[in-house]
């Protein structure tokens, strides 16, 4: 199994129920990789982040 490494310095896992109440705390200079099963909910968390100004929001889509 390979391994791919994220190409970022510092991740932070929140769970979903989480990010929501957290939206203050969040450094709008970082970038932000969001992934869900199906991709509705990260998708519309995205959209939110986006408004409260977190530009840089990417989602991680499953291709397979």
Known sequence: IA???LPFEDILT???LDLEKRF???DKK???LLYCE???VSRGLAENLIKQGLLNVKLFVWKG
């Open 14 to 16: 929140i769970s979903f």
């Open 30 to 32: 970082k970038t932000y």
């Open 3 to 5: 391994e791919i490494p």
């Open 38 to 40: 199906r991709g509705v």
């Open 24 to 26: 203050g705390q969040l």
